[in-house]
């Protein structure tokens, strides 16, 4: 069954509080103490059921994890979750790209469980929208590294020209006398060559791109926030942007080099005002401010942002 986007679902029965339950978040779990004291029999036994799954295939959204072994209903949707017994006071839940997975005490029971989910149902589904949404960009964001197939550029689609008669890859900004007005990029290589080898010539041309551009953006910023970097290095890790170290050092994706020029600024700033506050206090913000005051709008891009590959 195909399923509208994210923003059209609503997986909560009390869809007026679903904005309420979306803010209900943390790092990407949740900690509950089981209790059941207070509980309906009603509830308790709601919690205890196991919804069928084939009477709600065909009638509302599914979320399983690969590894699920329950399945629970919450709100609107069926999921289907991962539970590892542990030793620990408390259940935790973690919403990943593969679903939703929990951690339990070896003490406590499956309906301790599936109430401490049904407590946590908005923040879950919240979660489990955001990482479907998520999966569907990523999907959308690929490149087929082909003849003729583009990928972004500092913000602008730039598009992939094989000529085997160029020494490497050349760059040609749009020109306005040109039909129709791109950006390409030229690389020397065969007009049958491969995918890989494709986009492996992209991304090396990129990558030494961003060497240079950070480099010069890197001491803009230093100087106007009297700091010291040591060395700058390209990152491609999967969950940060950049980071800075006390020994001055720098590293920053190189995949920034897809966005434009004031999302680069922005990480850039980010990074060096930690060579000032280590930590993320209004006092590190203020820093930030100082040199890029309307750092918001770069900030909020980057957490919706996909990266295409």
């Known amino acids: ?5 994210a923003d059209q679902l609503s997986l909560w029965t ?13 790092l990407g779990g949740a900690d509950v103490v089981p209790s059941t004291g207070n509980l309906a029999a009603s509830q308790l036994a709601e919690a205890r059921t196991t919804v069928p799954e084939a009477a709600l295939l065909g009638s509302m959204p599914v979320f399983r994890h690969p590894r699920a072994e329950r399945e ?13 017994r542990v030793r620990r006071r408390s259940i935790g839940m973690v919403v990943s790209d593969e679903g939703l997975s929990v951690r339990a005490p070896t003490w406590v029971s499956w309906s301790d469980i599936e109430i401490a989910l049904r407590a946590k149902e908005r923040w879950i589904c919240a979660k489990l ?8 960009k990523r999907v959308s964001a690929q490149i087929d590294w082909r003849a003729g197939c583009q990928f972004p550029y500092l913000g602008e689609p730039v598009t992939v020209v094989l000529d085997p008669v160029v020494c490497g ?6 020109s306005l006398d040109a039909a129709p007005c791109r950006h390409t990029l030229r690389l020397g290589l065969p007009h049958q060559a491969d995918p890989d080898q494709i986009r492996d010539a992209v991304q090396a041309w990129v990558q030494r791109e961003a060497r240079d551009l950070f480099a010069q953006r890197v001491q803009h910023f230093a100087v106007q ?18 980071s800075a170290s006390a020994d001055g050092s720098i ?12 999302v680069i600024d922005y990480v850039v700033a980010h990074e060096l005002a930690h060579l000032r506050e280590m930590n993320h206090s209004p006092r590190f913000w203020d820093v930030v401010r100082s040199v890029m005051p309307e750092f918001d709008a770069a900030r909020d891009q980057l957490r919706r942002v ?3 590959d």
């Open 225 to 242: 926030l009297g700091v010291q970097v040591t060395r700058i290095a390209l990152s491609s890790a999967r969950t940060r942007w950049g």
């Open 129 to 136: 929208l955001d990482q479907r949404e998520r999966a569907r």
């Open 169 to 174: 890859a050349r760059f040609q900004p749009a």
């Open 14 to 26: 009390d869809e007026g509080q679903a904005s309420a339950g979306a803010r209900e978040e943390g």
């Open 306 to 308: 996909v990266i295409p």
């Open 251 to 262: 590293r920053l994706h190189w995949r920034l080099m897809h966005f434009s020029h004031s």
């Open 72 to 84: 629970i209903r919450l709100g609107k949707a069926l999921v289907g979750y991962e539970c590892k």
């Open 1 to 5: 069954m195909s399923l509208p986007p």
